[in-house]
């Protein structure tokens, strides 16, 4: 499929993979509305953009784990947007401990963000595709939704529970021809997994937001036909 002039949505665009995932979008001209909580790389993103590749960015400061501010940041790029054919849900945090260590907020942050944020801004995103019969949605997973580790009680639930969905959503609107995948990376040199002391090793050898960027393209490029459930992906890294 040609991205030419789609519109697309993502959430966590400041940093990572969906910051990658905005650059690559932008190079294949399509226009962007960017959701995270920090402006600042919002807006910086948004002036390198447009200037690089001439398309439109529009940003949208939201907690995707507030229902309120994601109805409010999707209702608002969509409309300057006009469209939204591709929506990536990335916005995401991680904190590891035992089930019992760690603190309850804690835990009920990393569902709210992983899980509820993905479900806000679905929810709010979705009639706008459903009235245009076409779609893409990528939700990124993880490995941690696929396997359980110990120490990854909420981050695992969180990753687990958005599979479910996928694939629960994915069956609810195939026949308006909306497209919603998974993809479950494994370690991607970013500052999650800096900050959560995962093994990142030698970065020539890891896993890149770059890379990530580069599968959810080619997902995104495939014929309207075809449906990709589930994507994993991996880093050389031995882990
Ligand atoms: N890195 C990995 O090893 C890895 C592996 C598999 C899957 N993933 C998944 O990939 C996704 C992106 O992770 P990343 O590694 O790129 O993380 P990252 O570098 O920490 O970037 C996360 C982005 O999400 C935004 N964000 C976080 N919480 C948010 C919230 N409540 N509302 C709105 N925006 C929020 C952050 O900006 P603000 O803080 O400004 O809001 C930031 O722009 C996550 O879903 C993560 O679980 C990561």
């Known amino acids: 499929m040609n991205l030419q002039n789609k519109t697309a949505i993502i959430t966590g665009a400041g940093k990572g993979i969906g910051k990658a995932a905005a650059i690559a979008l932008a190079k294949e001209a399509v226009h962007l509305g960017l959701i995270a909580r920090s402006g600042g790389d919002l807006e910086a993103l948004q002036s390198g953009l447009t200037a690089a590749h001439g398309v439109k960015v529009y940003t949208a400061t939201a907690d995707v784990g507030s229902k309120e501010e994601a109805d409010r940041a999707v209702s608002l790029l969509g409309e300057q947007l006009g469209a939204i054919d591709i929506l990536l849900n990335n916005a995401g945090t991680a904190q590891f401990g035992t089930l019992v260590d760690m603190d309850p907020a804690q835990w009920e942050r990393i569902i709210q963000t992983n899980l509820m944020g993905t479900y806000y801004i679905t929810r ?70 800096v900050n959560t002391g995962l093994p990142i090793g030698d970065e020539d050898r890891m896993m890149q937001p770059e890379d990530v960027a580069e599968l959810i393209l080619a997902t995104l490029k495939l014929p309207l036909r075809v449906f990709v459930k589930t994507a994993g992906i991996w880093t050389t890294n031995p882990q």
């Open 124 to 193: 709010a995103a979705l009639p706008t595709m459903l009235k245009q019969d076409a779609g893409s949605i990528i939700n990124i997973a993880s490995t941690a939704g696929e396997r359980g580790f110990a120490t990854g009680s909420a981050y695992c639930a969180s990753k687990f529970a958005v599979m479910g969905l996928t694939e629960a959503l994915m069956q609810e609107v195939r026949k308006s021809n909306i497209r919603v995948t998974a993809l479950t990376p494994s370690t991607v040199n970013t500052e999650l997994a």
